[in-house]
């Protein structure tokens, strides 16, 4: 059964810093794209970041990608995302996800972890 469990998130002060972790489990995502998705209260799910299987990244805008990095350890079939001078609009429920290998769609998502930057 393939899992992917999201940790690290938590309550953080505006200009703080959180990393995020994902550990997959049930197969190896070594060659697939990894990605990060957040939702904020009523509004939709969005793409925040991805990493394929070179550690090729992707950033949703300009704003995210000074601020966030993501990464991935394939040893540990973990993939991460550095949050750093957090503001409060990147408070969301961050979600972590995979695709099927050539697909481009992402089949397989964790759970969820809640990130709060008070002002």
């Known amino acids: 059964q393939v899992q992917l469990v999201e940790s690290g998130g938590g309550l953080v002060q505006s200009g703080g810093s959180l990393r995020l972790s994902c550990a997959a489990s049930?197969?190896?995502?070594?060659?697939?794209?990894l990605g990060w998705f957040r939702q904020a209260p009523g509004k939709e799910r969005e793409f925040v970041a991805s990493?394929?299987?070179?550690?090729?990244?992707?950033y949703s805008t300009n704003s995210v990608k000074d601020r966030f990095t993501i990464s991935r350890d394939n040893t540990k079939n973990t993939v991460y995302l550095q949050m750093n001078n957090l503001k409060p609009e990147d408070t969301a429920v961050y979600y972590c996800?995979?695709?099927?290998?050539?697909?481009?769609?992402?089949?397989?998502w964790g759970q969820g972890t809640q990130v709060t930057v008070s002002s």
């Open positions: 996800a995979a695709q099927s290998v050539g697909s481009g769609t992402y089949r397989y």
């Open positions: 049930g197969r190896s995502f070594s060659y697939n794209v």
């Open positions: 990493i394929n299987w070179s550690s090729i990244s992707t």
